[in-house]
């Protein structure tokens, strides 16, 4: 995707935003984007269901937040914000619907600028 950063994206400045958007790299995103969601179904098929039910510990979430690169900033933020998720929740949020609430993000702006999305 021709990205400098892993990160999750939040709390960017807009001189980020601008450098992403003159960056990245699309076909790559959505390749990556169904890479996701391939992976995702092929976890799921491994779990059981008592496995979506226990809550993301705070050590696990340290890992994925701050050592993986996920937190751009305000790691700790982060960490407190999804204590007490499931990882069925997780799953769902992350891995199933959270690129398709952006994707109408997309959708609303490109209305209001009278571009066609598509």
Not at 4 to 10: D, E, M, N, S
Not at 24 to 47: G, H
Not at 54 to 65: G, H, S, V, Y
Not at 98 to 104: K, L, T
Request: proline letters at 3%; a negative charge.
């Amino acid at each position: 995707m021709d990205l400098p950063w892993r990160h999750h994206g939040t709390e960017m400045s807009i001189a980020e935003v601008d450098q992403l958007d003159q960056r990245i790299d699309c076909p790559p995103c959505r390749k990556y984007s169904r890479a996701v969601q391939a992976r995702t179904r092929a976890i799921i098929k491994t779990l059981e269901m008592d496995d979506l039910d226990a809550e993301m510990d705070k050590e696990r979430l340290a890992q994925i937040m701050v050592n993986e690169g996920l937190a751009h900033s305000n790691a700790e933020g982060f960490i407190k914000n999804y204590l007490g998720w499931s990882k069925g929740k997780c799953l769902m949020a992350f891995g199933l619907t959270h690129s398709w609430q952006h994707v109408g993000e997309m959708e609303v702006i490109a209305s209001l600028l009278g571009v066609e999305f598509g």
